[in-house]
């Protein structure tokens, strides 16, 4: 049964937003995708890092490819929408993107053919001895006429890996009386901006960190206020310890101020400085929460790519892209309280062609002490997408072309880089075995296509599943989708190949020898596939409904949540039409089913858990599901709503409990973007309050105003989820 609410009294709704293809981003030697969601201030990875580099072949800038969305990327996109004659937000949504593949195809032509490398390479994982021995090959390798920047200005928080609390299991929801952060894989902590230890709520805004009180009735008092030294990004709370991830800027000198006239320097440098960004993590001790003691600062040179807690061990993994040598060293510096560290250790790399260089570190501290950092150096392209379980680390990137370079050898030359053919992407896979800390290169793997995101991989029994979609329907190469398996050598042993045609996949999750996998065009294909033969996976049965999913959480071991967007097609014309929550029952493989859905808003309706799972909050065994949720209306922005959405859900129905709000629902700062439970009580997060709630009633019991930076970023309505295929009108 289909239910559809609206909110806010909104009778009056724009009309639904017509859905154009997906596009990508491509200049002469390169192809990027945009992905599934719009690229702003704060994204990073790939699709920003091809954003720019189209930008660049375009506009002829000179923007660093550092994957990072900063202030220089969001005014040259601003200065390229002027160009093309969209509104000038420095958002960068389906039809700017298409604008500017337009000008890519008439300024490139049919440039980028592709010449097969004639080198073999062995993929093998091999190594230098020492940091020094790296730095001399490199130093010769290392070559680009933009300044080292060293993602200084240009890094801000990423878009997507700002963390929401959830229940700590992968299955069904916390049986503790208190939600934890919600993960992918138990046993493995993700970051987050709220945690809490069932007594105490800790949030994080821009300098600062607020330790709440949480009373047994619900009330709420803020007793500490702890100021940073950086721009916070997420933070972890474990072992009485309390671990914030932040940006930290350097300003130093040049050894030689003089620069060569034929030496672009960016104008947001000074003569005779560059800056040096560092990811800064501080070790609190916060076993007396009202009086926290500052136990470690450790600075790591270069852009804080993604983190995880594994046995007690924070791993920490940075990266340092590799541009011009003239000003400063190559290897990362690391400090400990302001205090220059030289650890020891080999940098890994693999026998294999590299597009850029960059040096990937992984750092790890153990949290029950947090008195010692270990270090782990690998030589790897830039640009990496985190999946962690308890046994490794897999860093992963799509490679749309073949640098065409001789193997990792002394005096290897560079030669040109060549494009794929269209719909040849493959996805590029590192497996980093972690042990007690210790980090160790082990191998590497290739698949066709690309992941979507964290959730199309799972590592079960030793094998790595890879869920991925090849080509693009909006260039006229048919899209299929795929999911492969990798035994523990990084060797595909299984593949399942062609599924859904000209589709590709919005949302993936793995349940032990099963995948749960769904495709979108018009309608939405929801396939359950077994994996419990890994060298022959097949699909079991299939569903197709209105909509997607793009996030998919397990309710039990036969029931599935689905989080989406509601869609209609008319005439040819597919848009969105509300977010929607689905109950999936699995139980009969062969015909999954729908049990119940719950369609919230109309067309400008948004929600942060259709691109981020942890602003998920979910508990089986309080029947509870709550998200954030927004509803615009452009011509009356005094009817719009800008909260969280309570829903009792069950094995046999969804339904809509309650709806909150902050304050008058009016202003930015108010904005829902979090949720966590104690006992019986909500709690509810936005930039300026924390708020608590009875979950019985929903009634307002307490609320505190947080200290908000000075300079808030406000939560903008994203544009529509592209849907492949959709008519352009």
Same mark, same amino acid.
């Given at each position: 049964?289909?239910?559809?609410?609206?909110?806010?009294?909104?009778?009056?709704?724009?009309?639904?937003?017509?859905?154009?293809?997906?596009?990508?981003?491509?200049?002469?030697?390169?192809?990027?995708?945009?992905?599934?969601?719009? +690229?702003?201030?704060?994204?990073?990875?790939?699709?920003?890092?091809?954003?720019?580099?189209?930008?660049?072949?375009?506009?002829?800038?000179?923007?660093?490819?550092?994957?990072?969305?900063?202030?220089?990327?969001?005014?040259?996109?601003?200065?390229?929408?002027?160009?093309?004659?969209?509104?000038?937000?420095?958002? %960068?949504?389906?039809?700017?993107?298409? !604008?500017?593949?337009?000008?890519?195809?008439?300024?490139?032509?049919?440039?980028?053919?592709?010449?097969?490398?004639?080198?073999?390479?062995?993929?093998?994982?091999?190594?230098?001895?020492?940091?020094?021995?790296?730095?001399?090959?490199?130093?010769?390798?290392?070559?680009?006429?933009?300044?080292?920047?060293?993602?200084?200005?240009?890094?801000?928080?990423?878009?997507?890996?700002?963390?929401?609390?959830?229940?700590?299991?992968?299955?069904?929801?916390?049986?503790?009386?208190?939600?934890?952060?919600?993960?992918?894989?138990?046993?493995?902590?993700?970051?987050?901006?709220? !945690?809490?230890?069932?007594?105490?709520?800790?949030?994080?805004?821009?300098?600062?960190?607020?330790?709440?009180?949480?009373?047994?009735?619900?009330?709420?008092?803020?007793?500490?206020?702890?100021?940073?030294? #950086?721009?916070?990004?997420?933070?972890? *709370?474990?072992?009485?310890?309390?671990?914030?991830?932040?940006?930290?800027?350097?300003?130093?000198?040049?050894?030689?101020?003089?620069?060569?006239?034929?030496?672009?320097?960016?104008?947001?440098?000074?003569?005779?400085?560059?800056?040096?960004?560092?990811?800064?993590?501080? +070790?609190?001790?916060?076993?007396?929460?009202?009086?926290?003691?500052?136990?470690?600062?450790?600075?790591?040179?270069?852009?804080?790519?993604?983190?995880?807690? +594994?046995?007690?061990?924070?791993?920490?993994?940075?990266?340092?892209?590799?541009?011009?040598?003239?000003?400063?060293?190559?290897?990362?510096?690391?400090?400990?309280? #302001?205090?220059?560290?030289?650890?020891?250790?080999? %940098?890994?790399?693999?026998?294999?062609?590299?597009?850029?260089?960059?040096?990937?570190?992984?750092?790890?501290?153990?949290?029950?002490?947090?008195?010692?950092?270990?270090?782990?150096?690998?030589?790897?392209?830039?640009?990496?997408?985190?999946?962690?379980?308890?046994?490794?680390?897999?860093?992963?990137?799509?490679?749309?072309?073949?640098?065409?370079?001789?193997?990792?050898?002394?005096?290897?030359?560079?030669?040109?880089?060549?494009?794929?053919?269209?719909?040849?992407?493959?996805?590029?896979?590192?497996?980093?075995?972690?042990?007690?800390?210790?980090?160790? *290169?082990?191998?590497?793997?290739?698949?066709?296509?690309?992941?979507?995101?964290?959730?199309?991989?799972?590592?079960?029994?030793?094998?790595?599943?890879?869920?991925?979609?090849?080509?693009?329907?909006?260039?006229?190469? !048919?899209?299929?989708?795929?999911?492969?398996? *990798?035994?523990?050598?990084?060797?595909?042993?299984?593949?399942?190949?062609?599924?859904?045609?000209?589709?590709?996949?919005?949302?993936?999750?793995?349940?032990?020898?099963?995948?749960?996998?769904?495709?979108?065009?018009?309608?939405?294909?929801?396939?359950?596939?077994?994996?419990?033969?890994?060298?022959?996976?097949?699909?079991?049965?299939?569903?197709?409904?209105?909509?997607?999913?793009?996030?998919?959480?397990?309710?039990?071991?036969?029931?599935?949540?689905?989080? #989406?967007?509601?869609?209609?097609?008319?005439?040819?014309?597919?848009?969105?039409?509300?977010?929607?929550?689905?109950?999936?029952?699995?139980?009969?493989?062969?015909?999954?089913?729908?049990?119940?859905?719950?369609?919230?808003?109309?067309?400008?309706?948004?929600?942060?858990?259709?691109?981020?799972?942890?602003?998920?909050?979910?508990?089986?065994?309080?029947?509870?599901?709550?998200?954030?949720?927004?509803?615009?209306?452009?011509?009356?922005?005094?009817?719009?709503?800008?909260?969280?959405?309570?829903?009792?859900?069950?094995?046999?129905?969804?339904?809509?409990?309650?709806?909150?709000?902050?304050?008058?629902?009016?202003?930015?700062?108010?904005? +829902?973007?979090?949720?966590?439970?104690?006992?019986?009580?909500?709690?509810?997060?936005?930039?300026?309050?924390?708020?608590?709630?009875?979950?019985?009633?929903?009634?307002?019991?307490? =609320?505190?105003?947080? =200290?908000?930076?000075?300079?808030?970023?406000?939560?903008?309505?994203?544009?529509?989820?592209?849907?492949?295929?959709?008519?352009?009108?």
């Amino acid at each position: 049964m289909k239910k559809h609410i609206f909110f806010a009294g909104m009778s009056v709704f724009l009309a639904s937003v017509i859905i154009p293809p997906v596009p990508a981003f491509a200049d002469c030697t390169t192809s990027f995708s945009l992905g599934s969601s719009n +690229i702003r201030v704060g994204s990073r990875g790939e699709s920003v890092r091809g954003m720019q580099s189209a930008l660049n072949t375009i506009l002829g800038e000179s923007l660093v490819l550092d994957g990072v969305y900063g202030p220089k990327t969001k005014q040259t996109v601003m200065k390229m929408q002027t160009t093309i004659g969209t509104k000038a937000d420095g958002v %960068v949504g389906p039809q700017t993107a298409l !604008k500017i593949n337009e000008f890519l195809k008439t300024k490139c032509g049919t440039e980028g053919t592709l010449t097969k490398p004639e080198t073999t390479y062995t993929h093998s994982v091999k190594s230098f001895g020492t940091k020094k021995e790296a730095e001399a090959f490199l130093k010769d390798k290392v070559k680009n006429t933009a300044l080292v920047r060293n993602f200084g200005p240009e890094v801000m928080m990423a878009a997507d890996t700002a963390g929401a609390p959830v229940a700590k299991t992968t299955s069904a929801g916390s049986s503790s009386n208190f939600s934890q952060t919600n993960i992918q894989e138990a046993g493995v902590d993700e970051s987050d901006i709220v !945690k809490t230890d069932g007594k105490y709520i800790y949030t994080l805004s821009g300098k600062s960190i607020d330790i709440t009180s949480a009373g047994s009735n619900g009330e709420l008092e803020k007793i500490k206020t702890i100021s940073l030294s #950086g721009d916070a990004h997420d933070m972890y *709370l474990s072992d009485g310890r309390l671990a914030v991830m932040m940006y930290a800027y350097e300003e130093k000198q040049y050894q030689n101020p003089k620069v060569s006239a034929d030496t672009q320097v960016s104008s947001d440098f000074r003569p005779g400085t560059y800056s040096v960004s560092f990811l800064r993590t501080t +070790i609190y001790n916060i076993t007396d929460p009202m009086n926290p003691k500052l136990e470690r600062t450790y600075d790591i040179e270069g852009s804080y790519m993604d983190s995880r807690i +594994i046995d007690g061990h924070l791993y920490l993994i940075s990266q340092k892209y590799l541009y011009n040598n003239t000003c400063c060293t190559i290897m990362p510096m690391v400090k400990e309280n #302001g205090r220059s560290l030289n650890i020891s250790a080999p %940098v890994y790399y693999f026998d294999m062609p590299y597009r850029d260089y960059a040096i990937t570190q992984v750092h790890s501290i153990n949290l029950k002490d947090s008195k010692s950092i270990k270090e782990s150096n690998f030589l790897l392209s830039g640009g990496h997408m985190l999946y962690a379980s308890d046994k490794a680390l897999y860093l992963s990137y799509t490679d749309y072309q073949y640098p065409e370079v001789q193997p990792m050898v002394d005096d290897a030359p560079m030669v040109k880089m060549a494009i794929l053919p269209t719909g040849q992407e493959r996805t590029v896979i590192h497996k980093i075995d972690i042990n007690k800390g210790s980090a160790k *290169l082990s191998g590497t793997g290739f698949v066709p296509g690309s992941a979507i995101n964290q959730f199309a991989f799972s590592e079960h029994n030793g094998n790595l599943r890879v869920a991925t979609t090849v080509g693009n329907n909006w260039n006229g190469t !048919k899209s299929t989708n795929n999911m492969y398996v *990798l035994d523990s050598g990084m060797k595909i042993i299984g593949k399942l190949e062609g599924l859904a045609p000209e589709e590709r996949i919005y949302s993936v999750r793995f349940m032990e020898d099963r995948a749960y996998m769904v495709t979108f065009k018009q309608v939405d294909p929801l396939f359950v596939i077994d994996l419990a033969t890994p060298t022959a996976p097949k699909v079991l049965g299939k569903l197709k409904i209105p909509g997607f999913s793009s996030y998919l959480h397990p309710y039990s071991e036969n029931l599935l949540i689905g989080i #989406g967007q509601d869609t209609k097609t008319i005439g040819g014309r597919t848009t969105t039409n509300g977010v929607k929550i689905s109950l999936f029952d699995v139980s009969n493989v062969a015909r999954p089913r729908e049990v119940d859905n719950l369609v919230l808003g109309g067309a400008q309706s948004s929600s942060e858990a259709l691109y981020n799972h942890k602003a998920v909050l979910f508990s089986k065994e309080k029947n509870l599901l709550v998200i954030p949720f927004q509803e615009y209306n452009y011509e009356k922005p005094n009817e719009q709503f800008m909260g969280a959405v309570v829903l009792s859900i069950n094995e046999k129905d969804i339904s809509l409990r309650g709806k909150i709000t902050h304050e008058d629902n009016k202003t930015w700062e108010s904005a +829902i973007n979090r949720s966590l439970y104690i006992g019986e009580y909500l709690y509810t997060l936005s930039q300026k309050f924390l708020q608590s709630n009875a979950l019985d009633s929903l009634k307002t019991v307490d =609320s505190v105003e947080l =200290s908000i930076p000075k300079t808030t970023y406000p939560v903008y309505p994203i544009e529509p989820m592209p849907l492949v295929g959709a008519t352009l009108r």
